[in-house]
């Protein structure tokens, strides 16, 4: 038999891991390729993490790429309270306080002091200011980007989001890794000619 | 200027992340807390990472939770060729060799020695037999046991699952976590005696 604080603890997390459920709802602004629907924040994480993964020896800096796994694996919880909106439009500092917010919320839900610990990981994340969270900020831009070069540019029109502006952001991408932005940023002159990105 | 041989490693990954896209598109058997519509293997897949990695400390064996994640990370992919069965009627020679053919194919699409790397890590998975895999595989359960749970029973009941089935099948969490069994065990009981499963 396990002692009762074991058995506590375990409730604790799973009622966790139906809260956290919650991030398959929140539909963010791109397709994934091939798809007629948005995507979801929950599909989006898994998707960078794997990402993440097979990109890891691109990056400029010594990373721990087990700590930026579980960066990305709960960098966008916050959106379960607050909403995921387009980057274009949407790094106020109120979004990121609602976010944070929203992280609190959710990993207080989690036993002994998880809390502090992967609230400070999330914290990381949105500062950048490491070499870890700057290859994993690098990295949650591919997909986005991926879907609107290989989807005719659909949430870059729908929001009319000129290519400056698509050039400028995802140059955050250099930060990460000089060899990833260079392959992207040729993809994206490469859309201009084209014409989805305008 | 990148040389040419990393800008080809980094396109050839570019191309396994949107091919691994496809896991977004296979529909599970059972539907998330509080939502109507099923399950995918992508979101799923970001689901257990988090679950394991919140679990890490209930697991009986000394594990490597870093291993744990790649190997849940990866461990549908063969299911974007092979498709998602439940697992009370598939666990099959047939089924378990397509989805091998499957991850080959797609780890194929990786630069470097990255198939060799993690399709012995997919096996490991499949296999069970080391400590990483018997807690990976206990965790792979708790998120569909705990949608039948909240459910009323959904996939049970649709597939006329017996609870002695149930009851069987998921023993296997205990081979990765006694007490995270102990807990899921005396809910499934709760759920033989509340009738939703029978």
């Known amino acids: 038999m396990t002692d009762t604080q074991t058995l506590q603890a375990i ?7 139906v809260e956290v459920e919650k991030l398959k ?3 963010r602004n791109t397709r994934p390729v091939g798809l007629d629907r948005y995507e979801n ?8 993490c794997l990402t993440a993964l097979m990109l890891k020896d691109f990056a400029d800096e010594a990373i721990d790429i087990d700590r930026v796994i579980r960066m990305l694996l709960i960098h966008d919880l916050g959106e379960i309270d607050a909403g995921d909106t387009i980057i274009y439009a949407s790094e106020t500092p109120e979004q990121k306080g609602a976010e944070a917010e929203g992280v609190k919320r959710i990993l207080a839900m989690l036993p002994g002091d998880h809390l502090q610990e992967y609230f400070a990981l999330w914290e ?3 500062a950048g200011e490491t070499a870890d969270s700057r290859y ?12 609107n070069l290989h ?11 000129p290519k400056e502006k698509v050039l400028q952001l995802n140059s955050r991408i250099a930060k990460g890794s000089r060899a990833l932005w260079e ?5 994206l002159q490469g859309a201009v ?3 989805i990105l305008k």
Chains 1, 2 share one sequence.
């Open 136 to 147: 994993a900020r690098a990295v949650d831009r591919v997909p986005p980007l991926l879907h």
């Open 124 to 126: 990381e994340f949105e």
């Open 151 to 161: 989807g005719g540019g659909h949430s870059w029109r729908k929001h009319d989001v």
């Open 41 to 48: 924040s929950a599909e989006h994480s898994w998707h960078v």
């Open 11 to 17: 409730e604790q997390t799973l009622a966790f891991v």
């Open 183 to 187: 392959v992207l940023e040729a993809r």
């Open 25 to 27: 709802t929140v539909v």
């Open 193 to 195: 000619e084209e014409g």
